[in-house]
């Protein structure tokens, strides 16, 4: 599943599934732009470059996109993981704030960078575009209603986009993890076990990353519009 050559943009990439999506895309021969706004973590992925960047930010997006296309001239793959995780609250007690920080960051910041992406995607009449939601989205989860909504958006979002960029050979899917072993998922708190996981060890953000490989790679060209859960059997 060669990307040697492929230009790749990973948002979220600082630590966790993000890093070793860019990780796994450095070592099948693609060039990364590794983003994150957290600058912790960043300067040690192995990536081409790496970018301080907050992707539900238009105007940083625009800056991101600018400086791909001025060095490299195309923009192959993009890998939409960034996000943040559910307050452990139900909804009657998720301020409208935390409700609206949920839906720009785990929501916005997808659509941001479609949109600023897909143009270039158009003009090479090819992209790959593959995009991070949760189990969660399919489930539903007690207590993070506003990520499970925010992350069913991205669902939303990725099949009619999929089906707007079917012509000019544009792929779009969605990898929506289980129970990955995460700094999100260990704050949170959550065991790993059923319902969970049926699978006899927890996920691991390899797990992911080799899935968003093979989602990119020539072997994948004629997947579009699917959702995909690498979750241990614990969603069926």
Known sequence: MSL?????????AARG????????????????????????????????ETV?????????VGKLIDAVLARDARIDLLINNAGIGGQGKHLVD????EWEEM???????????????VPQMIRQSC??????????????AAG???????????????????????PHRITVNVVAPGIIDTPMFRARGIEPGPPWLLWPRIGQPADVAGLVAFLCSDEAEFITGQVISP??????
Do not use: H
């Not at 860019?22 to 990536?47: F, H, I, N, T």
């Not at 979750?231 to 069926?236: E, Q, S, V, Y």
């Open 52 to 60: 301080i960047a907050d992707v539900s930010s238009a105007t940083d």
């Open 94 to 97: 998720v301020a409208s704030e």
């Open 17 to 48: 599934i993000g890093r070793a999506i860019a990780e796994r895309l450095v070592a099948d021969g693609a060039r990364v732009w590794a983003v994150d706004r957290q600058a912790e973590g960043l300067k040690e992925v192995p990536a081409a």
């Open 144 to 166: 993070s209603t506003p990520y499970a909504a925010a992350k069913a958006g991205v669902i939303g979002l990725s099949k009619s986009l999929a089906r707007e960029l079917a």
């Open 103 to 117: 839906l720009r960051v785990n929501l916005g910041s997808v659509y941001l960078m479609c949109r600023a992406a």
């Open 231 to 236: 979750n241990g059997g614990g969603w069926m």
């Open 4 to 12: 040697e050559k492929k230009i790749a943009i990973v948002t979220g």
């Open 127 to 140: 992209g790959r575009i593959v995009n991070l939601a949760s189990m969660f989205a399919l489930s539903g």
